[in-house]
């Protein structure tokens, strides 16, 4: 009975559309309540995994199938566990550069051009930056800003 408590076991719980990171939320609540007895170990809403969220904990499946009873806008629990290794890449952050490539069109959400749309001419993934022109600009002005900093619109695929 020993080595089965310290077995670990993810689940994933489908959720509402967009309400993966309420659905954290509220599991977190859920479980802090004095009177749940239900363990939960950790709670992700990866960015890359839409309508779930991933449960790690020693408790068998009827057991979170029981919680998830408790959270708002959780739906099902799959059937099914998950490893640790199968997870793991959605614990490690992706650089803010990761899918723009010269020639992207994007529109920036900060600094005092928001709302302006640029062409990618640069990526630097070493320090997540990458340099624009802007596409209403008389003057194709080089501008470097953060990855994080704005939004695809169009990746200048021709496929």
């Known amino acids: 009975m020993e080595t089965e408590s310290r077995l670990t076991h993810v689940y994933a719980v489908k959720t509402t559309n967009r309400g993966e990171r309420r659905v954290a939320d509220n599991i977190d609540q859920v479980v802090r309540d004095s009177r749940n ?12 995994l839409k309508g779930y969220v991933l449960v790690e904990t020693n408790e068998p ?8 009873e408790q959270v708002t806008s959780a739906r099902i629990v799959l059937p099914g566990t998950m490893s640790l290794d199968e997870v793991g890449h959605y614990l490690t952050p992706k650089p803010a ?3 723009i490539d ?3 069109i994007v529109e920036l959400i900060s600094g005092p051009f928001k709302g302006e749309k640029a ?8 320090k997540e930056e990458i340099t ?12 470097t800003v953060r990855g994080d900093n704005v939004r695809i619109i169009d990746r200048g695929d021709d496929n």
Not at 119 to 126: C, E, I, L, M, T
């Open 37 to 48: 007895t239900i363990k939960v170990l950790s709670v992700i809403a990866p960015d890359e």
């Open 102 to 104: 010269e020639g992207t």
């Open 119 to 126: 062409v990618v001419k640069r990526v630097d993934a070493s």
């Open 132 to 143: 624009v022109e802007l596409y209403e600009s008389v003057l194709p002005i080089p501008i």
């Open 61 to 68: 499946l009827a057991r979170v199938q029981e919680l998830m």
């Open 97 to 99: 550069v990761t899918g």
